[in-house]
Nanobody, 124 residues
Framework: QVQLVESGGGLVQAGGSLRVSCAAS????????MGWFRQGPGKEREFVAA????????VYADSVKGRFTIFRDNAKNTMYLQMNSLKPEDTAVYYC?????????????????WGQGTQVTVSS
């Protein structure tokens, strides 16, 4: 059974930092490109960042570029999103997802597996 479990969300003040994690099980983690998505209150889910199987290639949404860093540790079957200079508009539920590299594109998917999400709230 494939599981993606996010953790590390919480409440942080604007300008602060937070790191969220995504632990994978039941899947050959290093065979999948991975991505982070988010859904803010009253908004549609949107792409945040993605990383290739090896970690050598990354892509970011313009809204987070320069503030967020996506990386992964294939030995630990875990992906991370380091979020710095957080803004209230970053408030959202953050989801991780796994995509076979032959499926679609990093930004548009489709992604095969999804986690349940972790809440990130940035106060002003």
């Amino acid at each position: 059974q494939v599981q993606l479990v996010e953790s590390g969300g919480g409440l942080v003040q604007a300008g602060g930092s937070l790191r969220v994690s995504c632990a994978a099980s039941g899947v050959t983690f290093s065979s999948y490109d991975m991505g982070w998505f988010r859904q803010g209150p009253g908004k549609e889910r949107e792409f945040v960042a993605a990383i290739s199987r090896s970690g050598g290639s990354t892509v970011y949404a313009d809204s987070v570029k320069g503030r967020f860093t996506i990386f992964r540790d294939n030995a630990k079957n875990t992906m991370y999103l380091q979020m710095n200079s957080l803004k209230p508009e970053d408030t959202a539920v953050y989801y991780c997802a796994a995509r076979p590299p032959t499926w679609g594109t990093a930004k548009d998917g489709p992604y095969r597996y999804w986690g349940q999400g972790t809440q990130v709230t940035v106060s002003s």
